[in-house]
T-cell receptor, first 117, second 112 residues
Framework: AQKITQTQPGMFVQEKEAVTLDCTYD???????LFWYKQPSSGEMIFLIY??????QNATEGRYSLNFQKARKSANLVISASQLGDSAMYFC??????????????FGAGTRLAVHP | NAGVTQTPKFQVLKTGQSMTLQCAQD?????MYWYRQDPGMGLRLIYY???????DKGEVPNGYNVSRLNKREFSLRLESAAPSQTSVYFC???????????FGPGTRLTVL
């Protein structure tokens, strides 16, 4: 069975500092993908960053980077230079790929990040 | 380009009532999904449709039915609503394989 674990129910960070949100996963599939989504208080799910299991380099998207440690099965999200607008719920998710090419996501329980001025 | 749209945004039902949640996407994606999100939890997959004409159960399908009406539309039906189905429901779509899933704005459903 596949599983995503986010061990930090809540985190806080000072504005302009960096913060790391933890995510560990469990899968026996050699091919998988890892996603981070942001859910602000308005409720929508916003895609942030993606890492494929075969990608050699860690993914980066602007202020977001993914610290991918395959041997440890961890895919931590690093947000640099935090902004007040980063206050939100953050979900780690793992993609399971089926024959035929379609995929489904398994989500962690989320981490609530609060950015303090 | 609206992306993924869901109707209604909010709904209150009484136990035993039925309703259908509508979802449509205009990105020509093959795969569509229905999730539910309960307080303090991540999203859990209810049903998915890998392509037009196919549907399959996810983690929590009991009490729900789905219809993939065409490539654009994927509806979720509650035949006899129960208080345990009070949740926020998200529809999502994706192209096959490597692309991320795009989510609709969600439907907040309360069953009394």
């Amino acid at each position: 069975a596949q599983k995503i674990t986010q061990t930090q129910p809540g985190m806080f960070v000072q504005e302009k500092e960096a913060v790391t949100l933890d995510c560990t996963y469990d899968t026996s599939d050699p091919s998988y993908g890892l996603f981070w989504y942001k859910q602000p208080s308005s409720g929508e799910m916003i895609f942030l960053i993606y890492q494929g299991s075969y990608d050699q380099q860690n993914a980066t998207e602007g202020r977001y980077s993914l610290n991918f440690q395959k041997a440890r099965k961890s895919a931590n999200l690093v947000i640099s230079a935090s902004q007040l607008g980063d206050s939100a719920m953050y979900f780690c998710a793992m993609r399971e790929v089926f024959s035929g090419g379609y995929n489904k996501l398994i989500f962690g329980a989320g981490t609530r990040l609060a950015v303090h001025p | 380009n609206a992306g993924v749209t869901q109707t209604p945004k909010f709904q209150v039902l009484k136990t035993g009532q039925s309703m259908t949640l509508q979802c449509a996407q205009d990105m020509n994606h093959n795969s569509m999904y229905w999730y539910r999100q309960d307080p303090g939890m991540g999203l859990r997959l209810i049903y998915y449709s890998a392509s037009e004409g196919t549907t399959d159960k996810g983690e929590v399908p009991n009490g729900y039915n789905v219809s993939r009406l065409n490539k654009r539309e994927f509806s979720l039906r509650l035949e006899s609503a129960a208080p345990s189905q009070t949740s926020v429901y998200f529809c999502a779509s994706s192209e096959a394989r490597n692309n991320e899933q795009f989510f609709g704005p969600g439907t907040r459903l309360t069953v009394l």
